[in-house]
Structure formats: C-alpha cells, structure tokens
Nanobody
Framework: QVQLVESGGGLVQAGGSLRLSCAAS????????GGWFRQAPGKEREFVAA????????YYADSVKGRFTISRDNAKYMVYLQMNSLKPEDTAVYYC??????????????????????WGQGTQVTVSS
C-alpha cells in the first residue's frame, strides 16, 4: 500500500510563500504522476497542479498559474509545491496524490480525482488578509 504524507502547511499572510512537501513510501513507482489538489471549507476538492514522472509535463490550474510551482525528486520519492504570492482564497486543505502515467497524463485525467489512486491526509494552508 502506497502511503503519502504531506507537510509544510501553516498560517501565512497574504503575499507570503509556503512550500508543501509530499513524501511517498511503500510500493510506489517513480513513473507515477504526482498531483496536488485542495479543498476549501464548503467547497469541492479542486485540482491545483500535476507533474509527470520525469517532470517533462506539468499542468496548473488557471487560478495558481504563475504563482505556484510543482516539482519532484524521484530519488527521494518526493513531490513539492512551492506557493508564492499567496492570497486568502488559497486557504484550503492541500492534498497530494499519485496516479499512473497512462491514466493521469496520457488519459488526460490529471485534473480529476479519478486520475489518481493514492491520496495523502492533507495539510492545512491558511492565508490571512
């Protein structure tokens, strides 16, 4: 069973930065697509960013494009989300997820939960105005 653990969340003022990390353990594969989603109170979980197994293909939601950067370190089984210029509307629980490349990227399911098989517990990000 693959396990994902997020860290790096916290409270930050608007305009600030945070770096989220996602550590994978268990029978994971470095060829998985890594993704970040978030869920604000009272809202559905939404796609934030995704990165293919070799980092060659990256996707962002329009709401974070230019402010967030997704990256990965396959040697360490880590996926990161650097968040800059944070806004109060970025407040949410952030989840990392991994899914097979053929489904998430080749199948075009990277912005949907169905593109991923494993999920972390989430880390809270709160941006104050």
């Amino acid at each position: 069973q693959v396990q994902l653990v997020e860290s790096g969340g916290g409270l930050v003022q608007a305009g600030g930065s945070l770096r989220l990390s996602c550590a994978a353990s268990g029978p994971t594969s470095s060829t998985n697509t890594g993704g970040w989603f978030r869920q604000a109170p009272g809202k559905e979980r939404e796609f934030v960013a995704a990165i293919s197994w070799n980092g060659g293909t990256i996707y962002y939601a329009d709401s974070v494009k230019g402010r967030f950067t997704i990256s990965r370190d396959n040697a360490k089984y880590m996926v990161y989300l650097q968040m800059n210029s944070l806004k109060p509307e970025d407040t949410a629980v952030y989840y990392c997820a991994v899914g097979p490349h053929y489904r998430a990227v080749l199948g075009g399911l990277y912005p949907y939960e169905s593109g991923y098989d494993y999920w972390g517990q989430g880390t809270q990000v709160t941006v104050s105005s």
